[in-house]
């Protein structure tokens, strides 16, 4: 053992030596070169030991280029040696260091991937041009199927849901309940809904998981006491999806719910919230929710889908908000629920507003037939 | 939608057909008005949507899906189509779950009987033949979103529509190692610097005219109707789904008898028919499908192209 | 000699003689007009099998003119144990039938029977949908439905081997097992499967590989009583002219099924006594 570490503590020294008279070695050679260049670039009058005015701020000027060139040279080569030295898949000096004291490097620093601005461009806008707190366009049209009570068809931008409500009506014995209404929802895409092709429209886990998710959530807005004993049909066909499909059925059903003239403690509302660096962005197209998808395992990132049901305006209660399904994929950072959440709420309140001027808007256009 | 209709309306309803005036004000051969709006859908590359009397809603999407087949296997090249018919719960709470599987199911298999020879039947159909083990895959998938009789018929004009609106991306096919070949998108060459990205990859589409039609031809009393409404259907006594197909290589001047070839004949929902009715019903097909051929035609023709971004059932 | 002298042998002989003539006679006019029938049914274990790839007996059925059906075999009554079956067979195309109730299953109410109907040996989907389709229009036509109320005929049509026409030897099986299980239904139906080819010519009947060059055809199913269709199943491209000639000769080659499948019935009758 002994022999080892002598024969280590010689290597040292040699090392440190040597790298003295490397550097001693290169330095001469440089100032050999410049010198030479120098003199021979302005050295003209050889009459005289001193020089001349002249030559002396030719030589100072061709001295100041020379070092410029140098230190030039010298920055690029420092950028660039790590990279050619050390191969592909090694750690870099620097990176190494860095991953030596992981306590200390902050979370966010690693999240930071190439793809983090195709979801937000630098000018802080999303790849269709909205801002992250903007939801796109909602168009809707209540009543259109006649064959049910209540119908509605919502836009979110390309997102195309059609919803119908049927009933109350006496349904089933084995979905019967003696004190309330039984809801039964169904959640179907069409075949061509999305970007690749699906085999079947419904029945597969993903739709169940979603058509319970909207029982659920619907049976604690409708005033289900009220019908004792039958049976409420919700049907959801999303005819082209393009993210926040789940969001988009619940704003469908509630106005469809409402053209049905079915009670309810209040218009609920939905948003579907993703987050970007801590920063939130509401509701998601399909391309930034795959996007999200792979970097969710890297980062603490992650879409919550919030479903928020506010009260009505004439309400006595009409600040306080009343979270009626919250719904969370993929892994999120604890410290990001509240702001996600917060944007969410804010979302809500926006979409809730846009569905109440839809079903006033139906309701005066209803009012002459009503006879009021 | 479920109908329930008392037995003297429905002597009203089959004594009023058997004097060619239905409930509706109709004659028996006259389809009620419908509205036929084609790429109605931005994620598919073909579809159209038709509603027939504005009750019967029916939307039809394609999507198109580059198939690798074996070439040995088959000896006939198949049609490259497939139909898949669903009924949407929306149309009715009685489709619900697996409610409408079985009769999506047959109306699908109507379908692939009434397009099997379109290879014969569409004149460029064969063009999505790339290679040999190579073709396009045409998914016609139509949902039955509102559902007030003669969906049958409501389909097979959603289908035109979906096919007259489809696009087919150009393809270059090169022989590659091993007796394989790559299959390369074709854009058209154009000047300057444009990135070949952004130049917009040539399209052709199918020739329509002749594309089979599927037809009900319903047995109401003695008489036969096309197109009937939920109420009339109550009363059927046997119903056949007739495809007709129009024969492009018939000269205009013979008659009609030369002009559309018979692609598929099924009796429907039980009932016995006599056989004097088939040959009938049959006839009031065709007579049917030229009326339709020649109205779809023009309404193809004269559709202005839609603006990005209108919705379309608003 | 002996033989010579015992002339009351003799007599007997030429007896014998001009009767097997007669039954000679009568059997070609018989088989002229009649479709050749397999006698002796039993289905043996191997033919419960799906056969797939053999395609036996092609180069005989090359031979038989337009009008005539490959050789065939139709049985009333397979099984004592269930409520009804039937057993046809048309060349290497073989089809079983088996029929449970009528019976109620405590859930169907209404005042009508069901008729279900079970496909099994067919693997390809679409061509079960069809298939179910074109059975279920074809049976609710000739049930009476409305005289069992609250109850369910289940129909199980097991397709041992397919080798074309394999609507219509369903159809004919199920008619045999319908027969067989008493079920009240309107009458026995006939069925034949038809297929025209691009000359002009018909084939009664064809195989798999004898329909390959056919540009369409189509089964035709119809109750011989009532003189009315129960099931017309056209497919491929026929001209609009074509058609009507097609279905009429259809129609002929099912009423030449009718003594058949009469005869298989009328067999199941004595059998049972």
Known sequence: MNSIQNIQQVLNLQIRLFIPRFQLREFLTVYNTLSERCFNACARDYTTSTLTKDEGSCVSQCIDKQMLVNRRFMLVFAEQAPKALFKQGEQSPTEAIKSAKPEQTPASQTTETPTTMSIISEHGFRIDGRRPAQIRNINTRLGLNRNAEGSCYLEHGNTKVLCAVYGPYEGKASKRLEDRCAIVCQYSTTTFSGLERKNRPRGDRKSTEISRLLEKAFESVILTESFPRSQIDIFCEVIQGDGSNLAACVNATSLALADAGIPMKGIASAATCGIVDAKPIVDLTSREETDLLPRVTVSGFSSIILLLHSKFQLATICGRDEVILVELQNRLHIDHLSVVMDAAKATCADVYECLAVVAQQHLKACAPILGH | MEVHISDDEKLFLIHGVEQDIRNDGRACADFRPMILERGVLSGTNGSCRVQLGQTTDVLAGIKLELEAYDPIAEKQPKQPMSFHVDFSANASSQFAGKGGDQYGEELSAAFQVAYSRSLDIIPNLSKTQLAAGYRWKIHVDISVLQWAGSVPDACSLAIIGALSDLEIPEVDVTPDDGGKVSIVLKRPRIGGDVRDEEVPVAMWKLIVTSCPMLLTVSKIGTANLVDCSPEEECCIRSQLLIGVAKNLESTPESDDANEYDITCVKQHGGGLLEMESIDDMTKLATRTAKGLYEAIGNRLNTEEKRKPGHSFLL | ?273
Not at chain 3, 23 to 29: A, H, P, R, T
Not at chain 3, 48 to 70: G, Y
Not at chain 3, 174 to 198: D, F, N, P, W
Request: net charge neutral.
């Open chain 3, 1 to 273: 000699m002996n033989i010579f002298a015992n002339i009351p042998f003799m007599k007997y002989l030429s007896f014998l003689l001009l009767l097997f003539t007669f039954f000679v006679i009568l059997f070609i006019i018989f088989v002229s007009r009649m479709p050749t029938i397999r006698s002796n049914l039993s289905i043996p274990l191997t033919h419960l099998n799906r056969i797939d790839d053999v395609r036996m007996e092609t180069d005989d059925v090359e031979k038989r003119s337009a009008t005539a059906f490959r050789p065939l075999c139709v049985k009333c009554g397979v099984f004592g144990a269930q409520d009804g079956s039937g057993y046809a067979e048309f060349g290497n195309t073989r089809v079983l039938a088996q029929i449970t109730g009528p019976e109620g299953d405590g859930k169907w109410e209404e005042a009508y029977a069901k008729v279900t109907i079970t496909l099994k040996g067919v693997e390809n989907e679409t061509k079960v949908a069809e298939l179910r389709a074109d059975m279920t229009s074809s049976l609710s036509a000739v049930i009476f439905v409305n005289k069992y109320p609250g109850k369910v005929i289940d129909i199980e049509v097991t397709v041992l081997s397919d080798d074309g026409g394999v609507l219509s030897t369903a159809i004919t099986a199920v008619t045999l097992a319908l027969a067989h299980s008493g079920i009240e239904h309107m009458g026995l139906t006939a069925s034949a499967h038809v297929t025209l080819r691009q000359n002009g010519d018909y084939i009664t009947d064809p195989s798999t590989s004898e329909a390959e060059d056919a540009i369409g055809g189509v089964t035709f199913a119809f109750v011989p009583n009532l003189g009315q269709t129960t099931c017309v199943n056209l497919y491929g491209r026929i001209p609009l002219k074509a058609t009507s000639p097609l279905l009429e000769f259809a129609r002929q080659r099912a009423i030449a099924l009718v003594p058949a499948i009469h005869k298989a019935v009328v067999n199941s009758v004595k059998e049972r006594k």
